[in-house]
Nanobody, 123 residues
């Protein structure tokens, strides 16, 4: 059975940091790209960062320079280090897995999704 489990969300003040984790099981993690998406209330889902199976990272313009994605294939985990958080970063954050980084970045047709973790940034 496939599982993608996000953790690390919470409440933080603007300018603060959080580190999200995505723990994967039930599939060949090394062969999959992993992406982070977020959805704020009343807004469309936004793909913010992804990492290919061989570790190449991609970032959306809204988070570039503030967020860093990484993966630990030995632990089947992906991390999203979020620095200099802003109130507009408030959203539910999801991780997604697909063999193709293009697919996981776009968020449509991906193989697997996690259940999400809430990030709230206060001003």
């Amino acid at each position: 059975e496939v599982h993608l489990v996000e953790s690390g969300g919470g409440l933080v003040q603007a300018g603060g940091s959080l580190r999200l984790s995505c723990a994967a099981s039930g599939f060949t993690f090394d062969d999959y790209a992993i992406g982070w998406h977020r959805q704020a209330p009343g807004k469309e889902r936004e793909g913010i960062s992804s990492i290919s199976s061989d570790g190449i990272a991609y970032y959306g313009s809204s988070v570039k320079g503030r967020f860093t994605i990484s993966r630990d294939n030995a632990k089947n985990m992906v991390f999203l280090q979020m620095n200099n958080l802003k109130p507009e970063d408030t959203a539910v954050y999801y991780c997604a897995a697909d063999p193709l980084v293009e697919t996981v970045a776009g968020g449509y047709g991906v193989d697997y999704w996690g259940q999400g973790t809430q990030v709230t940034v206060s001003s």
